[in-house]
């Protein structure tokens, strides 16, 4: 059977009768609070993502999250692009950076940069983002306040391989989260974030496993076609319900 919806694979579980891969170089790109990037460091300390981090970016000097590579002893760069006169400038520099670590996947942890066509060629297939929406629905910002004008009952998360189209490349996975009476735009955003501190890891998992890979506009799960996201809980019950709901 094809993967698809409700079929979520362990990240390691394919090849536990295999020898261990190398772990993966991970390059990951943030401009704010870093609390994906926490949750990425801590899963590869633990074992559940077979990579390293091997650098991390932001382009914003202020960033809290440059703290946690700090911490971590991960090596780490600023790369302002207030300092450059355009996109393009800006981005053969974050290239160029990159390229010195040599990553074998580029990790977008709320790195809020529109990324040129030619940059995002020079990483093809290489180089994943998180997004506070089931895509395709809720393209773009404000996701969680277009989620409940439009009075959907659940929102979440997809983690996505990067292409031209904003927000537009082939999903890999998604969380589900419930959308409860009362909810404002803040108190979704931080069911949402709960839900993206496990399914970034798990999806940053799967690829450093070699179980999901991409090649254009086609995902290869265990060597067979995705053809729908996954799920990283596939059963409707596995989705916490509302306080005070059934």
């Known amino acids: 059977m094809m ?24 390059a990951v790109l943030i401009s704010g609070r870093g609390s994906n990037l926490k949750a990425l460091i801590d899963a590869c300390a633990d074992g559940r993502v077979n990579g390293r981090i091997v650098l991390v970016i932001s382009n914003r000097p202020e960033a809290p999250g440059l703290a946690y590579a700090r911490d971590a002893g991960i090596p780490y760069s600023v790369i302002d692009h207030r300092r450059y006169t355009d996109r393009e400038a800006f981005d053969r520099a974050l290239g160029d950076t990159l390229d010195e ?3 074998d996947l580029i990790v977008l942890a709320g790195f809020m940069r529109v990324l040129t066509a030619g940059f995002v060629a020079r990483f093809v297939d290489r180089m994943v983002n998180i ?3 089931l895509l395709p629905e809720f393209r773009g910002l404000h996701t969680h306040d277009r989620a409940l004008a439009a009075g959907v009952e659940h929102h979440g998360a997809s983690v996505h391989f990067v292409t031209a189209e904003l927000d537009g490349g082939p999903v890999i996975i998604q969380a589900r989260v419930p959308v409860c009476p009362g909810d404002s735009p803040e108190t979704l ?3 949402v974030q709960a839900a993206e ?3 970034y890891p798990a999806a940053v998992g799967l690829i450093c496993s070699g179980r999901i890979h991409a090649s254009g506009d ?5 060597e067979e076609p995705l053809q729908q996201p996954l799920l990283l809980d596939p059963a409707p019950e596995s989705t ?3 306080a005070g709901t059934t």
Not at 218 to 222: E, K
């Open 101 to 103: 670590h040599q990553p």
């Open 3 to 26: 993967p698809g919806h409700g079929d979520a694979p362990a990240a390691g579980s394919a090849q536990d009768h295999r020898e261990q891969k190398p772990a993966r170089r991970l």
């Open 218 to 222: 086609t995902l290869w799960c265990d």
């Open 240 to 242: 916490q319900p509302c």
């Open 189 to 191: 955003a931080a069911r």
């Open 131 to 133: 997004h506070p929406s």
């Open 197 to 199: 501190h496990r399914l």
